[in-house]
C-alpha cells in the first residue's frame, strides 16, 4: 500500500490505533491464554476469548450494516439471514467431520438419523470438503442478495418499504429452516462440533486461530469498507443516500451501485457468521429471527452510522452489556435494549461515536 493510498485511508492515530488493536488481538491475546499458566492472575480464560471473538463477528456483521445503512442510505431488517446462512454453511461442513463419532455412529448427521433419513440430500453433497463449504458460504447467501436486491432495487423499493420486505424475507427464511423437512436440523439446528481440518475444535489452540482469524477479517474488511467510502464509489453511494433522484438526473443509474454494497454486504455477514459458529459451537433458525436483524440495526444506530468505526463501538458495547444484562435480569434485557434506542434516538442522533466527537470539536475550539 503506498504513502498517498495509506493517508487516504486513515490518518496517522487512527493507523495506530488500528496497529496496536491488531498487536492485542493477534499478539497478546494468543499468549495471555496459552502461555500464561492458569494460576496466573494475568491468564486469559477460554471464556473471555469465545466471548471476545463472538463479540468480533458481530461487529463485522455491524459494518457490513454500516456499508448499506449508513453510506447508502437502505435500512435492512433482513441481515441475520446472511450471517445465519454463513453459518449453516460452515455448520454442514461441521457436521459432516464429525463422521462416525456422533451418538448413532452413522455417517449421516445425528438429526437424520434421529428423523429416519436414509441419504443425504442432493444440496449436502460436496460438504465434507472444507472448500466447497467456503464457496456456499459466500455463494448462497451472495447469490440470494443479488437476486432479492435486484427485484426489489429494479422496482425502486426503498425506505420503510424495503426494510419490511426484508423483515418478511428474514421471517419466512427463519420458517422454512425451522421445519424438519428442509434437512437443516430444525429447530435445534447444527451442534456438538468435533473437529474442523482435522483439529479438535475445543482445543486452546484452535480456539486461538479462530479468534485470530476473526481479528483479521475485522480489520481486513474495515480496510475494504474504509477503502470503498472514500473512492468515486463511495462518494455515488453517499449520494444515493442524501438525493437519489438527483443522482438519476446527472446520468448515473444507481441499481447497479445499490446492488454492488447490497450484496457485498450479504457477503460479508455470510462470512461473519462462518467464524461465528465454530467458536460459538452453534447455529439455528433462531439466527434468522427478524429480532436479531434489528438488533443489528440497533448496534449501527448506538454506535454511529456513516463512521464505519461507531457501529463496532456499538455492537461492543450492546453485547457487553447484554452478556451481563442477561445473567443479572434475563427477563428486562429487551426492555434495556429499547430504552436504549430510543434515548439514543432522542439525545444520540449521531450515536455514541458521533457524540465524542463532538465533545472533542467543542473542546478544540474552546481551546
Request: a positive charge; aromatic letters at 14%; glycine letters at 10%.
Amino acid at each position: 500500500m503506498n504513502k498517498t493510498l495509506t493517508s487516504r485511508l486513515f490518518g496517522p492515530k487512527a493507523w495506530t490505533a488500528l496497529t496496536t488493536f491488531a498487536a492485542l488481538m493477534l499478539v497478546i491475546v494468543p499468549l495471555l491464554n496459552l502461555a500464561v499458566p492458569e494460576t496466573s492472575a494475568l491468564h486469559l480464560s477460554t471464556y473471555w476469548v469465545t466471548l471476545t471473538g463472538k463479540i468480533m463477528c458481530y461487529a463485522i456483521v455491524a459494518l457490513a450494516m454500516d456499508l448499506v445503512w449508513g453510506y447508502t442510505g437502505i435500512l435492512s431488517l433482513g441481515h441475520g439471514v446472511f450471517f445465519a446462512l454463513g453459518g449453516y454453511g460452515m455448520g454442514m461442513y461441521l457436521m459432516r467431520a464429525i463422521g462416525r463419532e456422533g451418538n448413532y455412529q452413522s455417517d449421516l448427521p445425528d438429526f437424520m438419523v434421529f428423523l429416519n433419513w436414509k441419504e443425504l440430500p442432493w444440496y449436502w453433497q460436496g460438504t465434507e470438503h472444507f472448500l466447497w463449504a467456503l464457496l456456499l458460504i459466500v455463494l448462497v447467501p451472495g447469490l440470494l442478495a443479488f437476486i432479492f436486491g435486484y427485484f426489489a432495487f429494479r422496482s425502486r423499493i426503498k425506505g420503510v418499504y424495503f426494510s419490511i420486505i426484508t423483515q418478511a424475507m428474514a421471517y419466512a427464511t427463519m420458517l422454512l429452516f425451522f421445519r424438519n423437512e428442509t434437512g437443516f436440523g430444525g429447530n435445534n439446528g447444527f451442534t456438538d462440533f468435533k473437529r474442523i481440518l482435522g483439529f479438535s475444535i475445543t482445543a486452546p489452540e484452535t480456539r486461538i486461530v479462530l479468534f485470530g482469524l476473526t481479528a483479521a477479517a475485522l480489520i481486513g474488511f474495515l480496510l475494504l469498507g474504509r477503502l470503498i467510502v472514500t473512492s468515486k464509489l463511495g462518494r455515488v453511494l453517499a449520494a444515493i443516500r442524501d438525493a437519489e433522484s438527483r443522482v438519476m438526473f446527472s446520468g448515473y443509474n444507481p441499481l447497479p451501485y445499490k446492488l454492488f454494497i447490497w450484496t457485498l454486504s450479504a457477503v460479508i455477514c455470510a462470512i461473519a457468521g462462518a467464524l461465528y459458529v465454530p467458536q460459538v459451537g452453534i447455529i439455528n433458525p433462531g439466527e434468522m429471527s427478524p429480532a436479531n436483524s434489528i438488533e443489528i440495526a440497533i448496534w449501527t444506530a448506538v454506535g454511529g452510522r456513516g463512521s464505519l468505526i461507531g457501529p463496532l463501538i456499538g455492537a461492543g458495547l450492546i453485547n457487553i452489556l447484554k452478556s451481563w444484562f442477561t445473567v443479572a435480569f434475563p427477563e428486562y434485557w429487551l426492555y434495556f435494549l429499547g430504552l436504549i434506542f430510543i434515548l439514543v434516538t432522542l439525545w444520540l442522533p449521531r450515536g455514541v461515536l458521533g457524540q465524542v466527537q463532538s465533545w472533542f470539536s467543542k473542546k478544540e475550539e474552546r481551546a
